[in-house]
């Protein structure tokens, strides 16, 4: 079984930083995406950031330039350094571990609000 724990939400002003954790533990592959998803109030859950235990990574447009994702392998870690936020990056952040096979695990989910 494997379980993700996240840290790292609260309220910040617009143009503010926030950066978010998400520890794996459990039985977690060597080869797997780790990434973070967000969903708003009334919205569908949306793909933020992801990164490849190979270190390859794929932002939303709507991130690009503000976000930064990286992870620690030895840790089973991912981060998630959120800059410059926006009012419209308000949400429940939830960390994602996918992995061949077993396919995907969920973190609790953390929310995120940025006051205007």
């Known amino acids: 079984q494997v379980q993700l724990v996240e840290s790292g939400g609260g309220l910040v002003q617009a143009g503010g930083s926030l950066r978010l954790s998400c520890a794996a533990s459990?039985?977690?592959?060597?080869?797997?995406?780790m990434g973070w998803y967000r969903q708003a109030l009334g919205k569908q859950r949306e793909l933020v950031a992801v990164i490849t235990s190979t270190g390859i990574i794929n932002y939303a447009d709507s991130v690009k330039g503000r976000f930064t994702i990286s992870r620690d392998n030895a840790k089973n870690t991912v981060y998630l350094q959120m800059n410059s936020l926006k009012f419209e990056d308000t949400a429940v952040y939830y960390c994602?571990?996918?992995?061949?096979?077993?396919?995907?695990?969920w973190g609790q989910g953390t929310q995120v609000t940025v006051s205007s």
């Open positions: 459990g039985s977690i592959f060597s080869i797997n995406v």
């Open positions: 994602n571990l996918h992995q061949r096979g077993p396919g995907d695990y």
